[in-house]
């Protein structure tokens, strides 16, 4: 079981009176939650638009938790709480809780702070509210992964890579210390929990899905990398892609989406294929969205600004994406009912 110990409320959304230029700094008092000041005045810009569109003063509170992972070291991790700012942790009622597991930036990414605000304020959504994870896998406390890319390299190998029987239990403890901790959140319906991943977050998504916890019912993947999927133990076949379908949702095991762009290096046709294979053959239902024209990181408008080829961002992708999250989590969580 997952220990956690989490600190007083601050703002939430109010991150977005804050200068770029502080934001892509560290601190003693905080992380630092941007590679540079183009890459936070582009979170800034398009955080702000999404909260000008909500139809009141809507606004969020977060809480920093550091929670430990049940392995021999007692791993320390870094993740946020979010809630809507009018809910407290003495709300009754139970509400869904979400799990964002971070890119390669690591957990101190303020793309993933914009994500979790959005997603509380939500009222379309979640008219009653929701808690939202910011989950942490590398362990990252003051936002590292920013620079210290070799640290990064190092980390990910170490929970990444399967062992000589196929297994990821280090990634698997990390992911179940998660679930553990939203889980234990005051308000939170321990029995309804989503997860989403981008990038790297792709792996704990497969992990999830993998580990069979019968309380989460919707997995989601946003330029999810696969990488090492083919040395996983009870790899399946390539034969049936996906199922592909819209309006099926099961109630047993997850409910799994893949978005992914067609045009995305580092998401290799083979091991997206064995992927979804296994989502389906683990008994998920599963559709995938590949979009044509997309690279890497197609959801978040900051890539318009990194110097690879690779990435970049699309709106359009981006659009269509989180509209099927949305009605995937209506479907499975039978909101708005």
């Known amino acids: 079981m997952a220990a956690s110990l989490t600190s007083s409320w601050e703002p939430g959304t109010e991150i977005l009176s804050l200068d770029s230029s502080v934001l892509s700094t560290s601190s003693e008092d905080s992380p630092q939650l ?9 979170i800034l810009k398009a955080w702000t638009s999404d909260a000008d569109e909500r139809t009141a003063k809507q606004t969020s509170t977060c809480s920093h ?32 809780g979400l799990i964002l597991f971070h890119t390669g930036a690591g957990p101190q990414d303020m793309f993933l702070r914009w994500k979790a605000d959005s997603l509380v304020n939500d009222k379309e959504l979640f008219p009653n509210g929701c808690v939202v994870l910011i989950a ?48 234990a959140q005051p308000g939170v319906d321990a029995g309804q929990i989503a997860a989403l991943g981008f990038c790297m977050g792709g792996h704990p998504i497969l992990e999830l899905a ?25 790899v399946s076949g390539i034969e049936n892609k996906s199922s592909n ?11 799994v989406l893949v978005c992914t762009g067609e045009d995305d290096p580092f998401v290799g046709k ?14 998920c239902n599963c559709r995938v969205m590949e979009f044509e024209k997309t ?31 949305r009605d995937l989590l209506k479907k499975a969580f039978k909101l708005n009912k």
Request: proline share 4%.
């Open 34 to 42: 941007a590679k540079d000041v183009d890459y936070a005045e582009a």
């Open 65 to 96: 938790i550091e929670y430990k992972c049940n392995n021999k070291d007692e791993t320390s991790l870094y993740g946020c709480i979010y809630r809507r700012s009018q809910l407290t942790e003495d709300n009754e009622s139970s509400v869904p």
């Open 136 to 183: 942490d896998i590398i362990g990252d406390r003051e936002g590292w992964a920013w620079s210290d890319r070799t640290r990064y390299d190092s980390v990910r190998k170490s929970i990444l890579i399967p062992d000589e029987n196929g297994e990821r239990n280090e990634l698997k403890c990390r992911v179940q210390a998660a679930i553990d901790t939203l889980s």
């Open 210 to 234: 993998r580990m069979n916890v019968p309380s989460v019912k919707v997995l989601v993947t946003y330029h999810g990398v696969f990488d090492g999927v083919d040395r996983l133990s009870h």
């Open 245 to 255: 379908s819209d309006d099926e949702v099961t109630t047993s095991k997850p409910n």
């Open 270 to 283: 083979q091991d997206l294929a064995l992927a979804t294979a296994m989502f389906n053959d683990i008994g």
């Open 295 to 325: 690279r890497h990181g197609f959801t978040n408008p900051a890539q318009d600004y990194n110097p690879s080829d690779a990435f970049a961002f699309n709106e359009d992708s981006y659009s269509k994406s989180w509209s099927a999250t």
